[in-house]
T-cell receptor, first 113, second 110 residues
Framework: GAVVSQHPSRVICKSGTSVKIECRSLDFQATTMFWYRQFPKQSLMLMAT?????????EQGVEKDKFLINHASLTLSTLTVTSAHPEDSSFYIC?????????FGSGTRLTVV | RKEVEQDPGPFNVPEGATVAFNCTYSNSASQSFFWYRQDCRKEPKLLMSVYSSGNEDGRFTAQLNRASQYISLLIRDSKLSDSATYLC???????????FGQGTRLTINP
C-alpha cells in the first residue's frame, strides 16, 4: 500500500530555534498533503493543507508565519516550526491522499525546552 | 459544539466481550466516514470505511445513520490487541480534509 515517510520521529530543541519536519510520499505522487497536530489525550487537529506548487491553506487560528509549509514537489512537503516555544511541544503528523484514501506519516514528537 | 463527537471513555472490557462505540457528527454535508485506530504515540491507521448500508470486516461492524448523523463501530470477540484509541473521522463532499473526533480509548483486559 501507499507509504508516507515522516522525519524526524522525535526531536528536542531549544526555545527560540526552528525545526523542520519532512513528509515524503514514497510510492505515489501527492499533490495535497495535510499537517495535523495532536496534544496529549486530544484529537488530531488540522493545521494546514499543503498544495504542491502553491501556497498552503491554513486553518483558523494557525499562524502561517510561525508554521512554514513548503510543498515544492509531488512527493515532499515540509513543515518548519519557527521560533519554537514550549507550548509548541506536540505530536505533528502529516497525511497524504492516495488512490484508496488517506495515508499518515509516523509522526514527529517535538519537545521544546 | 465539536464537528465530530465521541465518548472519550476509557472503556475497559474483558477479552472476548463485545463492545460498541458511537460517534455523532454535526455537518449534514458530510459524505465520507471512517473509523481509524491509533495506538499510543503512533499515527492513526485506517480500520474501515463506513458505508450507508453498513459493512463488516471480520469481527468489526460499522454502521451509519444519516438521519440521526451518527456512526457506530461494533467489535465482537475482542482481543487484547484491540486495545487502542478508536477515532471517528468524517469529511465533506468535495472537501479533502478529514475531521477527527476526540477518540474513544479502549482497553481489553485478560
Amino acid at each position: 500500500g501507499a507509504v508516507v515517510s515522516q522525519h524526524p520521529s522525535r526531536v528536542i530543541c531549544k526555545s527560540g530555534t526552528s525545526v523542520k519536519i519532512e513528509c515524503r510520499s514514497l510510492d505515489f505522487q501527492a499533490t495535497t498533503m495535510f499537517w495535523y497536530r495532536q496534544f496529549p489525550k486530544q484529537s488530531l487537529m488540522l493545521m494546514a493543507t499543503s498544495n504542491e506548487g502553491s501556497k498552503a491553506t491554513y486553518e483558523q487560528g494557525v499562524e502561517k508565519d510561525k508554521f512554514l509549509i513548503n510543498h515544492a514537489s509531488l512527493t515532499l512537503s515540509t513543515l518548519t516550526v519557527t521560533s519554537a516555544h514550549p507550548e509548541d511541544s506536540s505530536f505533528y503528523i502529516c497525511s497524504a491522499r492516495d488512490e484508496v484514501g488517506y495515508t499518515f506519516g509516523s509522526g514527529t514528537r517535538l519537545t521544546v525546552v | 459544539r465539536k464537528e465530530v463527537e465521541q465518548d472519550p471513555g476509557p472503556f475497559n472490557v474483558p477479552e472476548g466481550a463485545t463492545v460498541a462505540f458511537n460517534c455523532t457528527y454535526s455537518n449534514s454535508a458530510s459524505q465520507s466516514f471512517f473509523w481509524y485506530r491509533q495506538d499510543c504515540r503512533k499515527e492513526p491507521k485506517l480500520l474501515m470505511s463506513v458505508y450507508s448500508s453498513g459493512n463488516e470486516d471480520g469481527r468489526f461492524t460499522a454502521q451509519l445513520n444519516r438521519a440521526s448523523q451518527y456512526i457506530s463501530l461494533l467489535i465482537r470477540d475482542s482481543k487484547l490487541s484491540d486495545s487502542a484509541t478508536y477515532l471517528c473521522v468524517v469529511n465533506s463532499r468535495g472537501a479533502q480534509k478529514l475531521v477527527f473526533g476526540q477518540g474513544t480509548r479502549l482497553t481489553i483486559n485478560p
